[in-house]
């Protein structure tokens, strides 16, 4: 079961948060190092992701949409399997087919849920889309894939980059 309330009330105090931006992609990055990637990863997606949507004057209830949209937008890897997520190499192309049903995965998990929005829905199940049409799952092209879709589709690697910079950076 998806805890909805819980996501709502974390993605509005983010998005409540974010005000000009300032320092906050400094302050997502002072936190201790996770055990559990994915939620840091998650939290981290919905604060840039609202962080992009305040800068673009998204309105407030659009913003907190897409913070939930990406707070969630990886629930649908809690459905794959741990030693695939936790594979320490690149994916075997099997197991790559597996890894991209999260998207799916992730929609019909939060669809169950009468009061998520379709574009809270759309963002999740989209989010690994590209412009091109080289995305997944639909490999749907630009005018095809919802904006909070491609909000998270920046935000996530965003994260990912500045947190491999700050941990290679840490090393030396």
Do not use: C
């Not at 906050?24 to 559990?36: K, L, M, T």
């Not at 969630?72 to 594979?87: A, R, T, W």
């Amino acid at each position: 079961d998806v805890p909805v309330a819980t996501f709502t009330e974390t993605a509005n105090e983010i998005a409540d948060n974010i005000t000009d931006g300032s320092n906050i992609i400094d302050h997502i990055y002072d936190f201790p190092v996770s055990d559990d990637y994915t939620f840091r990863h998650s939290v981290n997606v919905s604060a840039i992701a609202a962080l992009i949507a305040t800068w673009l004057k998204y309105p407030a209830d659009n913003v907190s949409a897409i913070a939930l949209a990406g707070l969630l937008h990886d629930v649908g890897k809690s459905q794959l399997p741990q030693e695939l997520l936790n594979q320490p190499n690149k994916l075997s192309p099997s197991d790559y087919k597996v890894y991209q049903t999260h998207t799916q995965l992730g929609y019909e998990l939060v669809k169950k849920k009468s009061e998520i929005a379709e574009s809270v829905l759309l963002g999740i199940a989209e989010h690994h889309e590209r412009e091109d049409g080289s995305g997944y799952p639909k490999k749907s092209r630009s005018q095809m894939i919802h904006p909070y879709a491609k909000i998270i589709a920046v935000a996530g690697p965003l994260d990912v980059i500045t947190l491999l910079s700050i941990t290679t950076a840490s090393l030396l």
